[in-house]
T-cell receptor
Framework: AQSVTQLDSQVPVFEEAPVELRCNYSSSVSVYLFWYVQYPNQGLQLLLKYLSGSTLVKGINGFEAEFNKSQTSFHLRKPSVHISDTAEYFCAVSGSLFNKFYFGSGTKLNVKP | NAGVTQTPKFQVLKTGQSMTLQCAQDMNHNSMYWYRQDPGMGLRLIYY???????DKGEVPNGYNVSRLNKREFSLRLESAAPSQTSVYFC?????????????FGPGTRLTVL
């Protein structure tokens, strides 16, 4: 079975500060990892994904994430956040068939001026 | 290209009423999904359809039925709504080619059961 844990339900941060949103997963098989963003009253959209290869993955809007197999983590980072990054962020995991995706409980990022 | 569309956007039901949530995609995707989103619980998979004519249960299928009407449409039915089904429901489809591992989400249906 696969599962995802997002340790922080809310992260407040000031504009232009760096941020890290944490994600840990559990799985007994190879996994593929994703970060999605949800802006208020909208559906989810893909930020970035790790399938294989380089463990540092770059996504849209200046976000990046690092896959760490030994720590079973896939933390999301941005060196300098903007007000427009205020949203809820979801980490997700899937197996090789990609027929099921398991989502974490989400982290609300609140960027303050 | 509208992507994934869902109707209605909002709905209020009384306990015991039935309704169908509609979802359609115009991207020629094979796989489609229904999720529910509850505060602090993220998205949980209700049902999915790997291809036209097939459906499978997800994590929380009880109280729901689905129909994959054709390749474009995947509907979710609540036969006898309960307050515990108050939630935001998202439909998604999975891409093809370079996007075969990526899900595309609709805008959601906010359902309240009184």
């Amino acid at each position: 079975a696969q599962s995802v844990t997002q340790l922080d339900s809310q992260v407040p941060v000031f504009e232009e500060a760096p941020v890290e949103l944490r994600c840990n997963y559990s799985s007994s098989v190879s996994v593929y990892l994703f970060w999605y963003v949800q802006y208020p009253n909208q559906g989810l959209q893909l930020l970035l994904k790790y399938l294989s290869g380089s463990t540092l993955v770059k996504g849209i809007n200046g976000f990046e994430a690092e896959f760490n197999k030994s720590q079973t983590s896939f933390h999301l980072r941005k060196p300098s956040v903007h007000i427009s990054d205020t949203a809820e962020y979801f980490c997700a995991v899937s197996g090789s068939l990609f027929n099921k995706f398991y989502f974490g409980s989400g982290t609300k990022l609140n960027v303050k001026p | 290209n509208a992507g994934v569309t869902q109707t209605p956007k909002f709905q209020v039901l009384k306990t015991g009423q039935s309704m169908t949530l509609q979802c359609a995609q115009d991207m020629n995707h094979n796989s489609m999904y229904w999720y529910r989103q509850d505060p602090g619980m993220g998205l949980r998979l209700i049902y999915y359809s790997a291809s036209e004519g097939t459906t499978d249960k997800g994590e929380v299928p009880n109280g729901y039925n689905v129909s994959r009407l054709n390749k474009r449409e995947f509907s979710l039915r609540l036969e006898s709504a309960a307050p515990s089904q108050t939630s935001v429901y998202f439909c998604a489809s999975r891409g093809r080619g370079p996007s075969y591992n990526e899900q595309f989400f609709g805008p959601g249906t906010r359902l309240t059961v009184l």
